[in-house]
């Protein structure tokens, strides 16, 4: 009697699992977003001719305080504190601190890339009193209530490396164009593994938003210009160190010869991708093409198992993000500018109505590795 | 008559000594100490604020009481919790169910999940904490295979009414939680269904014995573990206005101790509601007024373990004190 109970139960979870499983109807890359995409040209005359200017699309702060000129207390919430990239990111904003004299900023967030963890950190620094908020987000829209409620305080909120919904802040500094990363990462990996090649993607999480921008631009990109490359598949690694090791062997295991390829997409997930590649012996056959830090790659650049790494500066990043923030306060800059001041960047131009864009990524050979240490 | 039995020794009355009056006054010094050191934390908007943040996982404490008093537990909520509102959004989004009723079939999903962790756990026999493990990952499994790990945003505007809207300055779904609280609170005290769940604790053979309906109070207890987990998705779908299948990811561990902290014995037989709330009030309020005063980070967390240790002792203090 109670085995028959069992099976039966068993047999109802196994249904259950399988129907799960067949819901799925998915023709895009998993990690990839819903939003429109516009891939670059296939050839090197990358520059996509400027788009027509947006509008200014981001949200306004609800009578803030007059603050031009004096000294600004800034807290800075990124996905997660301890890795090296938000290191960087910290560091330039440090910098910048220095430079302009007058902004104090401070560093907090969660030590897990966890959403509702740092929805709380914010809350309790709009609580505390800050007079504005830099941050990087893990969901754009989950983010998007409480930094709506910073903004209804009248708190300056400014974005980095990874954007919530427009309206939630004022300005959001882009660190490349994301078809841009994507014709990066793709042309970086075919010439590597070839036309045809196979290839596995590790990412943080499917709904992180510039992840998941990146890997939408990567798919229109390779349909367009390299047609016959294969997707393999996409793991998350939730910008854990151990997971994306593990989840890199598991993709080299589960593929064998047919992996030709893994893409990381965050400073965490290629380390730890060319980790497992060197320690499968599969250093060479295996080509590992990423977004990662400079001191994180050098020992895999150096014995040749990775190629190149594909990053833009963070510490740029942060410096920018951190004199954004100033000239915000400062009353210049406005909704509707085309470009803003940013210190030693020079000139930053504004994009896609309230971005402010970076620039070019970068692409870090064994030849340029030395030059950096972060 | 000599004086001394005259001035017999004052006795502390009983329910002084009990765990949770322990707890509440330890929580009365921390507030009046964190509220000292800063200034914007014993405000009433600041208060009210971290009700929003308690109410999910409160909502999933109640059941969790009495599942622990019955000597049982439930690791898998934390799991329902990203199935019901991976569930509320995909059944709005895909299946086109209009929303109230996709927030129906989410609730009902948590309860039916709820309902097969009990059913197994009576019937087969299976241990609750090997059960719900196993469950955990089931449904968490179950939920970015039904998801795809695609979110879904976009919900109308009332929609946001329950985790962002407030009536008469208090949050909703504070509103709600209390309501459960008065309804938990009856049940467990006043009701023959609540001194079963202490009976079964105590000597569940002695229980089956009292021809008390022991697997049917652990299936009801078990089911309405899922519900709450299932409300709890949609109060935190409404408070974050989309849906992510990694929601409520370690949610059991935050329940677990805020119940812990309020007195019920892991093994149990004992417990209270009250317990669980002032645990919960609690554990929130030290996190938020410690990360006021400069704190940073998760060396909060640091504080929230001290303080289970310290309960643990207190209340194991006070049992050897009682035998």
Redesign the interface.
Known sequence: MRASLLTSTAAAMFALSFAAGGASAASKWDGADDLPTSPLACDASAAAAPAAAKPYDGGQPTNPPDKAGKEITLVDVPKLIGIGYFNATSKGMQDAAKELGNVKVTTDGPTEAKIDEQIKFIDNYITRGVDGVLFAANDPVAIAPVLKKALSKGIHVVGYDANSTPDAREWFVNQAEFNGIGKGMMDSMAKEIGEDGSFAIVTSTFTTPNQARWIAEMQAYAEKCHPKMKWLETVEAQEDNNLSFNQATTLINKYGDKLKGLFGMTSVATPASAEAVTKAGQCGKIAVVGLATPNAMKPYLKTDCVKSVVLWNPIDLGYAATYVMRAVVDGKLKPGATSVEAGKLGKLNVVNGSEILLGPPFIYTKANIDKFDF | MSAAIAAEAWRAPRWLKRHETLLAIILVIALIALGAF?D?FLTVE?LL?QGR?ITETGLIALPMTFIIITGGIDLSVGAIVGLCAVMLGYSWKTFGFPLPLAIVFALFVGALAGFVNG??IT??RVPPLIMTIATLA?YR??AE??S????V?GYPDWF?FLG?GSVFGVPAQLLLLVVLIVVAGVALDRTTFGRALYAIGANETAARFSALPVDRVKLIVYTLSGLASGLAAWVLVS????T????G??YELDVIAAVVLGGTSIFGGSGTIWGTVIGLVMIQLL??GL??TGV???ATIVVIGVALILSVLIASSLQRRRD
Request: glycine letters at 10%; proline letters at 0%.
């Open positions: 800063n914007r600041n604020d943040f059913f197994i019937r087969v089931l499994g179950l295979g039904v795809q790990a695609h979110s945003r946001y962002q408070r974050v206005t989309t992510r299948m990694d929601m990811t370690g996190k938020n990360a006021l940073k980070g998760d």
